[in-house]
């Protein structure tokens, strides 16, 4: 009998375990002191136990390695150097996972239930569309690049004012996707809704265009720009007097670039763009990004005089080569105690062909050239290009250059991507629902079509 016994109360754990396959998707949301964010698990079942992945949607990162997953009675531990922490969580009855995540000393509870974290856009357009949309392809001659888009009519038939979307920093598709936000597939659909034709396109070197992204300076973003204008002059649905250009954060500089050289813009609306030098506007986000985290004013005011040196440096140098790298890294040395190894890595930061250009990039000059009209806005919590600097600097500029049809306007409680929003953080833009205020975008569409009558 007590074979017998002991024969059951084995083949049941060995059910009760079978039973347990976490294989899939586990995800929970870490609450912090000023903001939450949703973390996943990817847990593949094998032969000698599982393996596993780690996301952050809402810091746009997929597929980060985790060195160990072991699940044992019930128990799920992660072991994750890369982001110098690890996961224990014990499974109960209800099939979720009570545990805490600890990284750099810091310990946070997570729990985690069985599926993807869900990504909610509630303003993202879903075809089919009421408008006419066409996937195109145009030249960069100057470059010898080819570029991929997508443009869209408010009917297949007909001739219409047009405006090109031109995103901001880093790689970006003609979406400007980050996030799980859209933002130009929800700008696009708005304005052409409203009669409005626009062509959005994926960065050079990204998405289906061609060229080599990394070597790329935000000048050769400008011939890339004025490849889709010259493109858009030989389409018989597009009103060739009746051309804009709408510039999120990099694009707010590219955009006057363009404008100022070419005779064929009709307008131009500045997002976030930026009215003081690329330097300056470095450390004034640094400042107000860290601030906001609660930074203490010792940390700030020792970046703040680090960062200003090596700036310097930059700025000062005639040619980006090694001693500059020499220079910059025996900074990052010094003031900030850093080894070898990650001084290397912040120094090739700093000075990548983007970076170093873009740290002496004076957007005055630019906008002082600009004769067409000019709308240019700013969310008030906007840490990363602060909106009173920025625009008073663009309106000084536009306004020494002679030019009378500015408009100015900084929209209460947006952020850097123009989203309502709490803190205006960077971390915040992810678990925000909305993807584009509606007041921005009324602002913004209802300019273009005064503009366009």
């Known amino acids: 009998m007590k074979k017998i016994i002991l024969f059951v109360l084995l083949l049941f754990s060995f059910l009760n375990s079978f039973a347990q396959d976490i294989s899939g998707a586990w995800n929970g949301v870490l609450k912090l002191s000023n903001n939450q964010l949703r973390v996943v698990f990817n847990i593949t079942k094998t032969q000698d136990g599982y393996t596993s992945t780690t996301d952050s949607p ?34 109960n009855a209800d099939n979720v996972f009570i545990g805490k995540i600890t990284q750099n000393g810091h310990t946070l509870d997570l729990n985690l239930s069985k599926g993807n974290a869900e990504i909610l856009r509630p303003q993202e357009p879903k075809e089919p569309f009421s408008y006419y949309t066409e996937e195109v392809k145009f030249e960069n001659k100057t470059d010898h690049l080819t570029l991929a888009g997508t443009l869209s009519l408010p009917k297949k038939e007909g001739n219409f004012p047009a405006v090109i ?70 389409r018989k649905e597009i009103d060739k007097n009746k051309i804009g250009l709408i510039g999120h954060s990099e694009g707010g500089i ?23 030098r690329g330097d300056k506007l470095l450390l004034m986000q640094k400042e107000h990004i860290e601030r906001q985290m609660g930074v203490s004013e010792e940390e700030v005011k020792k970046g703040q005089e680090t960062y200003k040196e090596i700036y310097k440096l930059v700025i000062s140098s005639s040619v980006n080569d090694e001693k500059l790298h020499k220079n910059i890294k025996d900074i990052f040395k010094s003031k900030l105690s850093l080894n070898e190894e990650k001084a290397t890595v912040y120094t090739v930061q700093v000075i990548n062909p983007w970076m170093y250009d873009f740290l002496k990039l004076d957007p005055e000059p630019f906008l002082e050239k600009v004769k067409c009209p000019v709308l240019a806005i700013n969310g008030s919590k906007d840490l990363q290009v602060p909106a009173e600097e920025n625009l008073q600097g663009i309106q000084k500029a536009l306004t020494k250059g002679g030019n009378k049809k500015t408009t100015i306007k900084e929209l209460p409680n947006l952020n850097h991507l123009f989203q309502e929003c709490k803190t205006g953080l960077p971390t915040e833009y992810g678990v925000i629902e909305q993807t584009i205020s509606p007041t921005a975008l009324e602002e913004m569409s209802s300019w273009v079509l005064l503009q366009t009558k």
């Open 58 to 91: 809402d810091q746009g990162a997929k597929g980060i390695p985790v060195q160990s997953t072991t699940f044992e009675n019930s128990v799920l531990k992660l072991n994750m150097p890369v982001l110098g922490g690890s996961y224990e969580g014990k499974l």
């Open 165 to 234: 979307l031109i995103t901001g920093s880093g790689a970006q598709n003609r979406d400007e996707e980050a996030l799980g936000h859209k933002p130009f597939l929800v700008l696009a659909d708005y304005l052409t809704k409203k009669g409005i034709a626009v062509l959005r396109f994926d960065d050079r070197g990204f998405g289906a265009s061609t060229g080599d992204f990394k070597s790329a300076t935000t000048m050769d973003f400008v011939k890339d720009v004025q490849s889709a204008v010259d493109y858009l002059k030989t």
């Open 254 to 276: 590219i955009a006057p670039i363009v404008a100022g050289k070419s005779k064929d813009i009709a307008f131009i609306i500045l997002m976030a763009g930026t009215g003081v």
